[in-house]
């Protein structure tokens, strides 16, 4: 399956990479999704949507405070830094991610495109200005906002939230003009995110999918790689840079 996905994809194609939680599993973050995912654990309807906000501010600030200092104490494993190695080895490349955690930023992918916000970032709930806040929120004293006096939330998307539109246009109009589509670590369940193998394969992209598990998506994929990614990835790159040094 390696040799055949290796021969089939070449460094003039243009890459996208499509993320989800499982490419940070193996750094120890929780998936969503699956017997130990924090959706079988905490309901997503009182954590993370804007009415739960209005009606108990303070208990989504203590869950997105723990999921913080969560994030804030793991390291990106070899999936991420693979991740990098295939954007310096395409001459094209884009990474979009549906994870809030930054790992990938940290691995020092360069061209992301976050779909579901940053769980390092704050914004008002009321007029959207964004803040940099450092240091934990106090549950029981938000912040407020300097212009509006609207509560500050984490700047990720919630159940039921639009994305923002310049941001799902890009990842779209990237994975319309891919080469190669890659989709990593995603259930493949939660749309916009999922229509957008989708619509690589309709504009001919070789799509390839790496999940430990099959999803909505392994029917379409060329490759369906049966694999943790922080496993397959490092071994793909390891390949593909062999076909470098042997010019
Ligand atoms: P999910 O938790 O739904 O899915 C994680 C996927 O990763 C599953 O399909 C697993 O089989 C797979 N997986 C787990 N470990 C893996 C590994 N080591 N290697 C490869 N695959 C592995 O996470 P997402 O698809 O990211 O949205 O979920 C999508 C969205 O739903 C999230 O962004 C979040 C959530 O509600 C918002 O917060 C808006």
Same mark, same amino acid.
């Given at each position: 399956?390696?040799?055949?996905?290796?021969?089939?994809?070449?460094?003039?194609?243009?890459?996208?990479?499509?993320?989800?939680?499982?490419?940070?599993?193996?750094?120890?973050?929780?998936?969503?999704?699956?017997?130990?995912? &924090?959706?079988?654990?905490?309901?997503? /309807?009182?954590?993370?949507?804007?009415?739960?906000?209005?009606?108990?501010?303070?208990?989504?600030? /203590?869950?997105?405070?723990?999921?913080?200092?969560?994030?804030?104490?793991?390291?990106?494993?070899?999936?991420?830094?693979?991740?990098? /190695?295939?954007?310096?080895?395409?001459?094209?490349?884009?990474?979009?991610?549906?994870?809030?955690?930054?790992?990938?930023?940290?691995?020092?992918?360069?061209? $992301?495109?976050?779909?579901?916000?940053?769980?390092?970032?704050?914004?008002?709930?009321?007029?959207?200005?964004? #803040?940099?806040?450092?240091?934990?929120?106090?549950?029981?004293?938000?912040?407020?906002?300097?212009?509006?006096?609207?509560?500050?939330?984490?700047?990720?998307?919630?159940?039921?939230?639009?994305?923002?539109?310049?941001?799902?246009?890009?990842?779209?109009?990237?994975?319309?003009?891919?080469?190669?589509?890659?989709?990593?670590?995603?259930?493949?369940?939660?749309?916009?995110?999922?229509? &957008?193998?989708?619509?690589?394969?309709?504009?001919?992209?070789?799509?390839?999918?790496?999940?430990?598990?099959?999803?909505? $998506?392994?029917? &379409?994929?060329? #490759?369906?790689?049966?694999?943790?990614?922080?496993?397959?990835?490092?071994?793909? $790159?390891?390949?593909?840079?062999?076909?470098?040094?042997?010019?």
């Amino acid at each position: 399956m390696l040799e055949k996905l290796v021969k089939t994809i070449s460094p003039y194609h243009r890459c996208v990479v499509l993320t989800g939680a499982g490419i940070s599993a193996e750094s120890g973050v929780p998936t969503f999704r699956g017997k130990e995912g &924090l959706w079988g654990k905490f309901k997503p /309807e009182e954590l993370a949507t804007m009415s739960a906000f209005m009606a108990n501010p303070e208990v989504v600030w /203590e869950w997105y405070n723990w999921r913080r200092e969560l994030m804030e104490n793991v390291e990106p494993n070899p999936g991420h830094w693979a991740i990098s /190695e295939m954007e310096k080895w395409f001459d094209e490349f884009t990474l979009i991610t549906q994870n809030v955690d930054g790992l990938h930023r940290l691995a020092r992918t360069r061209h $992301i495109i976050e779909l579901h916000g940053n769980i390092y970032r704050n914004k008002c709930a009321d007029c959207n200005q964004s #803040f940099e806040i450092k240091d934990d929120i106090d549950p029981n004293n938000i912040p407020r906002c300097d212009k509006c006096e609207g509560k500050i939330r984490p700047d990720v998307v919630w159940f039921g939230e639009m994305l923002d539109s310049r941001i799902i246009d890009e990842a779209f109009y990237q994975s319309e003009h891919a080469d190669v589509f890659f989709s990593v670590g995603t259930s493949a369940v939660v749309h916009p995110a999922a229509s &957008l193998p989708l619509v690589a394969k309709n504009h001919g992209a070789v799509v390839v999918e790496v999940n430990i598990e099959e999803t909505p $998506i392994t029917y &379409l994929a060329d #490759f369906h790689i049966p694999s943790k990614s922080g496993e397959f990835l490092p071994e793909l $790159i390891k390949e593909l840079k062999k076909i470098d040094s042997e010019g």
